[in-house]
């Protein structure tokens, strides 16, 4: 959660009007359609539009979640730039490299030292146990068993798997089957992190439990992550910056608070309608200028917090409470009355109020 | 009227069987009449296939070769210098392996050279005493799996060495050891080539779709001819029948594997050779192992048929048994191939689940525990065979090697009870077979050679027409066409003629039987255990208890397959029961039905498609036995394709007698693979 990290170095990923069309004339249609892809008329032509024109950048350090419907051509954008499946049409860059013109050696080499990906069904080797799975990219890459083994008891240890280590997939619960396919996918220290909706397939309270994980990974690693989710929730809870998907398009790719404030299209008003705003909005957003005249408590809180963890101190401070920034410097006042209108007004209202 | 017919198919059934005796009653047999019999037109075909052989096994291609004897170049054939090196291969291997079991000269021969050999009396290669077989066979056991199969492989190789059949079993171990595993390589690349490359698959399919029906016996006519007569061209044999299945189910497993499992695989860093061995085929495991488990059961299966053309070991014993009616030597013999088809399923079971640890901090001792034990067993061994070499008398050291058929046997014992048997239900037995093949099978047989061609085709066709549409009836019509165009469509309605009745009994024992054992889950798993077991037996087994009682006549036969073919029936039937949805029953009951009426009108049509596929194995298992009961004699098809077995120039005619026997059972595959998919997609099973 560094948003801090983004600068304006060369991005780690860049994709450039990056197409996927399944269908066997896909790339001659492509080609006669200049580049402006209507899906239903593909579709009539018996070609699937999974991805459609995606253009955008992610840098070291960044954690962007792409959702989307189920469909929507999430898990096919993951697997462009991973280059499980070679695209149609468009060029994608990592640390400057055009992956599409890499030969398959290459491929290889890339995935052997920088990426990794966590599967929806965590697709583990199921004769394997738990650290031979976890061992096995370092294996593949030709480590010796001795050292990866060593390796993958230390991933195990950071999942927290301790003293499971010669279990099987097949006598794990969901969640521990995917704490496995994190371990594998770090195990050999990517600097890209693929999750192609990892936490769909578990149970709402385990899933809660894997996010926490989850994000406590994230903030021992740092790496930069690509994560897809169809839960909104999940994405507000962890991204920074989300891009939302319809029919393969990009709809929308900003911050949270941003989508949620500023829409870019109906769709994704549609889609971020029923969120509710303390947990999106930081306080930052809400805050009023600071006025040294005012009697303010003692609480101090950040401005980068969500709305939702702080809401029961301030309205429970009675006085208006003083926002700071990383430096503590002062710099807002936050009263109570507009964490009421966040929690309790209607949505209307105040994003009519709050937007400039 | 017409619209009726269009919608009720057992209207149109029924039209369709009128017109069938209308056509059997007004059709005159005569010989020139092309309604009545075809003309065989292919007749020439045989021949044409002979010739092709000869011209590529001896003539094609010649290519120069050294020949040390005259040290000079020679012009060869290039197939025939091929298939001998093969040959040459694969019998150094099996030599290989059995000498080290029995001991010998051979292996010391390849590489010395006879003269040496014969030179130097002592360059001979001991047989390992039994005891140390026997032992190093439970050790693989113990270290595979744990003491359970440890006793139990170890107790199946005493069984085998004290009745006295130690050589003819570890001859046949031999040549199993290396077919088994060629089988399970070559099924694998197949499988695997099949997978990744479409046109491949297009070319596999309808190979191994006939090579699943053809009769074993055909394969080995041409095998003789290109590889000539021994233990290789046994195991040749057996590969080339013990390999379909591995494909199909290599294939199967494959094509079931999520696409995640692919792909993690690859994001894992894996090339296309990691991605195949260490994530594609562990992972298809199961389906895999069960092709590797057919494997081992064809190749056993084939033991006996491998010995027709020169295999050695447990089969010719057992086939030369079986033709003096000694049932106890049989029974004998056919527990010793039952062993170790179950020993080496098992074993290669354990192998393939095993597991490492890392972890453990071993010592030497604990690192190398097999080795040593083995170590141990193999001194005991050896100086129980010496000891013995003193207590007993020369050439029956029965610590060392138990000859041939010098062991226990309990012969006496079965040949008094077949005795008994014979003496107390004489009457009885001779007079149920005597009804049977007066009043069934003789009146069968004759109205199936009494039909005339035109009647059976409208009859075939019409059936495929009315299941499938006009492919299904042509597919049938062209499959019927070749058999009708060949000389043995009279040899081919009596091959028919067996299928049938044995078909109609199995599936009616079969269908009752899975019905009753699947009312309670207690005699579903006994019922389905007794099918796992039955299906390990070798097909050959069958015959032995059925000539105990009715001797060599069809009778025999007809029995065998029932018994052989029942097993399918039995086993789809239960677990077409099964697949049945609980929410069905529960309405079913709501609706008030009595439980017949259940079973008749919801158990019955929803489990139609598993019973139609059962039906159709049955077919499939019907026809393999029909054809091997020709070894104990029946004048059908099978019968042509044993003689041209004896006959040089038999290729032709066994290849196309076997493509005959094919035909008539890919003929029915067609309509019931049809008919149970379209039952499938009607009840939403799909
Ligand atoms: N291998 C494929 N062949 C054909 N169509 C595909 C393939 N994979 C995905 N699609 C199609 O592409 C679209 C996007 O799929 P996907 O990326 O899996 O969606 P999501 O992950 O957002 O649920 C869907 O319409 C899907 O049917
Ligand atoms: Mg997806």
Known sequence: MSSNAVTATEPLIRCDSVYKIFGDNAKSMLENSGGVVDASKFQLAGCIVGVNNASFEVHAGELLIIMGLSGSGKSTLLRCISRLTDATAGNIYIEGEDILSMSNKQLIELRRSKMGMVFQ?????????VVENIAFPLQ?????????????????????????????????????????????????????????????????????????????????????????????????????????????????????????????????????????????????????????????????????????????????????????????????LLHASRVVNVLFGSHADHSAELTP | MIAALQQHKYLQFTVLLIVFLLLCAIITPSENNWLWRLPPLIKGLPLIINDSVDYIMFEWWLIDVYDPEIEEYEQKPLMNQFTRSI???????????????LGGVKTIVTFTGWDWATENQWARWPALPWTVVAGAAAILGYALSGPRLALFVGLAFVYIAVFGQWEPSMETLSFVLIAAPVSVFLGLMLGVWAFRNRVAEMILNPLLNVAQIMPHFSYLIPVMVFFGIGDHAGAIATVIFATPPMVRLTILGLK????????????????????????????????????????????????????????????????????????????????????????????????????????????????????????????????????????????????????????????????????????????????????????????????????????????????????????????VGGFLLFIALTEWWDRALITAYLMTVAVLISTTIGIVVGTLCAQHPVSTRFILTVCDTFQTFPSFIYLIPVMMLFGVTDTSVLIAIVVYATVPAMRYTVEGLLSVPESLHEAGSMSGVNRLQRWMFIELPMSFPHLALGVNQTVVFA???????????????????LKSLSDRAGVGNGLILGLCVAFIGLAIDQILRTWANQRKQALGLD
């Not at chain 1, 069904?121 to 146990?129: D, G, Q, R, S, V």
Request: a negative charge; hydrophobic letters at 50%.
């Open chain 2, 256 to 475: 079931k594997l999520p696409p995640e499992v692919t792909e993690a695989g690859m994001m894992s860093g894996c090339n296309n050779w990691q991605l195949l061995i260490k994530v594609l085929i562990p992972t298809a495991r199961r389906d895999i192992l069960i092709g590797v488990n057919q494997v081992i059961m064809q190749c056993l299966a084939m033991v006996v048929i491998a010995s027709l053309i020169g295999a050695k070991g447990l089969g010719n014993d057992l086939l030369i048994a079986l033709n003096q009616l000694r049932i106890g030597l049989a029974l004998e013999i056919g527990v010793c191939i039952v062993l170790i088809a179950i020993v080496l399923d098992r074993l290669s079971l354990a192998w393939a689940n095993k597991q490492t640890d890392y972890f453990a901090d071993l010592s030497f001792a604990q690192r190398h525990k097999y080795s040593l034990i083995f170590g141990v067993v193999f001194v005991i061994g050896i100086v129980l065979a010496i000891i013995g070499s003193f207590v007993f008398k020369e050439g029956f050291n029965y610590l060392y090697l138990i000859p041939h058929n010098k062991g226990i046997t309990t012969e006496t014992f079965w040949q008094a009870g077949v005795d008994w048997i014979w003496d107390t239900f004489f009457y009885t037995l001779k007079s149920f077979n005597e009804w049977f093949i007066v009043e069934v099978l003789v009146p069968v047989k004759t109205a199936y050679l009494s039909m005339p061609v035109a009647a059976t085709f409208l009859l075939a066709m019409g059936t495929g027409f009315i299941v499938g549409g006009m492919r299904v009836a042509l597919y």
């Open chain 1, 121 to 129: 069904n965590f697709a583990l080797l199921p004769h394997k146990t």
């Open chain 1, 140 to 332: 593949v890459k030709g480590i010796s068993t001795q050292d990866s083994i060593q390796r993958a008891k230390e991933m195990v240890d950071l999942v927290s798997l301790t003293g499971r280590e010669n279990y099987f997939p097949r006598q794990l619960s969901g969640g521990q089957q995917q704490r496995v396919g994190i371990a594998r996918s770090l195990a050999i220290e990517p600097d890209i992190w693929f999750l192609d909706e990892p936490f769909s397939a578990l149970d709402p309270l385990i899933r809660k439990e894997m996010q926490d994980e989850f994000l406590r990974l994230q903030g021992v690693l740092s790496k930069t992550i690509l994560f897809v989710t169809h839960d909104f929730e999940e994405a507000l809870r962890l991204a920074d910056r989300i891009a939302i998907m319809k029919d393969g398009v990009i709809e929308q790719l900003d911050t949270p608070a941003n989508i949620v404030l500023n829409p870019a299209t109906e769709y994704v008003r549609k889609f971020t309608e029923e969120v509710p705003r303390e947990k999106v909005l930081k306080i930052e957003s809400v805050m009023d200028p600071y006025n040294a005249d005012e009697d303010v408590s003692e609480l101090k809180v950040s401005k980068d917090a969500i709305i939702e963890t702080v809401a029961e101190a301030v309205l429970n401070a009675g006085k208006p409470v003083p926002v700071v920034d990383e430096e503590n410097n002062i710099v807002g």
């Open chain 2, 87 to 101: 040959s040459g291969v694969i019998l150094f291997l099996i030599e290989f392996v059995r000498e080290i079991m």
């Open chain 2, 623 to 641: 026809l393999s036995m029909v054809i091997i009961g020709a070894l104990i004699g029946t004048d059908d098809l099978g019968q042509l394709i």
